[in-house]
Structure formats: C-alpha cells, structure tokens
C-alpha cells in the first residue's frame, strides 16, 4: 500500500543567538511550533526506488543530487543496509528560503514513511542520527510538535502543550542565505552574546501564551532585513491588519509569521494583503 504524511511548516516563535562555538556553528535557543500547511509526500514500495517531485514549488526542491528527501533515504540506508523503499512522490506547497524548514520537514516526512514501512520506531536511535547528519532542522522536524530547540538544534526538550493559534503566513518573492544572515551578525568564534535564558512560554490560554511571547524575540530579523529590506515591509503589513497580536519573521527568513486572535481574522487580512502585494506568497493557517 502506498503511505503518505504531511510535511509541516517549522515556524520558529522566538530565536536567540546565544553565540558562536568554537568549530564556527552558531548557538540558539528557539521555541519551535508547526503549522497546519505542509507538503504532502508519499511512498509507493510497489514501485522502483525513485523520486517525482509535483506542485507549485516543485522546482525549488532541487535536483536529485540535491533534494533532501533523497539524501534522507541514503543516509538512513547507510545505518540500515536492507532498508526498503519505494518511489517518493513529494507535492511541494512551501516556498524556499522562507525560514519555514521545507527542506528539512520533507526530509524529516521521508525518515517517517520508511520508518513505518520497514516497523522501527522514531526513536530509534539510528533514525535519530540520521536525522542529526541530514540537517540541523531535520530532528525537530522528525515528530513536529512544539519543543524547545537548544544548541545548533542537538538539543530538543520535551514536547510543549500549546495553544491552536490563528495565523497568517507571508512570504515575499525574494529568498535570504542562511549563511549570509548569520554572517552579518559578525560574532566571532568563541563569541557569546550574553543573552538572558529563554523565558518559560507554555501558557494554557491563547491570550496568555502570545502575551508571553513577545518578550522574546527573534535575532536574526534585523539581519535578515537589512539584506532584504522587504522582510521589514511584510512585518508592518501584518501588525496592521485587525486581530494581529504579533507579528514577527521564522527562523532565518523570508517568510514572516502573524498571530491572531481568530481564524476569521487572519483569513481576512490574507485577502486584503494579496490584494495589495500580489506577488507575496500568503497563507493562513493554524499553529500548535
């Protein structure tokens, strides 16, 4: 039988940059959560190992020599010698370079797939590993639930019980490098930004969890916006619009992220943003 899973949207809620180790990798601690609009893959076992790659963002996956989804089934293969697969068909909906962990959650989607097909568990610590060497955001990725995500995203904690949050997801046509982004922060290795801890954010209501939530904030925005000042533009149309309680850029960008207070809301201030910017990508969506 042919299986099939949803690769979600990471949207990081906060990201601090506590500093820069010593090998060069930097150190974060961001609340990571998961939204409702994914890719959607599958795996038909009955077919010859391979992979077709469908969708309105299908050729920004890259080519096979590329695409994380392939790279995930040679690395699990390399722990698991007799791994079966099967044909992947991967249906891309998120854009790239949007600071939404596309790549990472569809490689994460391809580990599930052949964990279930070949009966091992998602713990098992192969899978893990292979999660680990594919991409720093692959192991988060992997369960997508809520989690605080330490380290160079080694380090995850235990799964948070957030609130269904109303959201609104804007992205427009142009893409950040993650190196870039970091590189003008200009820390040094060894360089520690002497960042308070992350504050405590599992909050049971959804008024009381966004409250929470702006006090961190996410580094790398400033950066990300100084090389494309259009990321800014996106985060000023969103707190604009009616019932938006914050609005703030995932991850290393471009994409920027909006809470509301209800799904009608946030559909509203989807119609009116594509209306005015009908070449940003705009989608609402649910986030816990």
Not at 56 to 64: N, V
Request: aromatic share 4%; proline share 7%; net charge positive.
């Amino acid at each position: 039988m042919r299986l099939t899973t949803r690769a979600r949207a990471k949207l990081n809620l906060s990201l601090h940059v506590c500093g820069r180790r010593d090998d060069g990798y930097h150190e974060l601690e961001s609340l990571v959560a998961f939204a409702s609009v994914a890719d959607h893959l599958s795996l038909d076992p009955a077919r010859p190992e391979g992979l077709t790659v469908q969708g309105p963002f299908a050729t920004a996956a890259g080519d096979d020599q590329d695409n994380l989804v392939l790279k995930a089934v040679r690395q699990l293969r390399h722990f698991k010698p007799a791994l079966h697969g099967g044909h992947l068909t991967l249906t891309k909906y998120l854009p790239a370079q949007a600071g939404l962990g596309g790549g990472s959650a569809d490689a994460a989607a391809a580990l599930r797939l052949l964990a279930r097909l070949n009966g091992f568990s998602l713990d098992d610590p192969e899978l893990l590993e292979a999660a680990r060497l594919i991409g720093a955001d692959v192991p988060v990725c992997l369960k997508s639930r809520p989690v605080m995500m330490r380290g160079i995203g080694d380090r995850l904690g235990e799964p948070l019980n957030l609130p269904r949050l109303p959201a609104l997801l804007v992205k427009p046509p142009v893409g950040v490098a993650t190196p870039d982004v970091f590189a003008r922060l200009g820390l040094v290795k060894g360089e520690r930004t002497g960042r308070p801890p992350h504050p405590e954010l599992s909050v049971a209501s959804a008024a009381g969890f966004v409250a929470r939530l702006r006090l961190p904030g996410n580094d790398l925005q400033a950066a990300a916006s100084a090389i494309a000042p259009v990321i800014a533009d996106c985060v000023v149309a969103l707190g604009r619009q009616q019932g938006c309680q914050l609005a703030r850029m995932s991850g290393s960008g471009s994409a920027v992220f909006g809470l509301f207070e209800t799904a009608t809301q946030a559909r509203a201030a989807a119609s009116l943003i594509a209306r005015l910017h009908p070449d940003w990508w705009v989608k609402p969506t649910m986030i816990g």
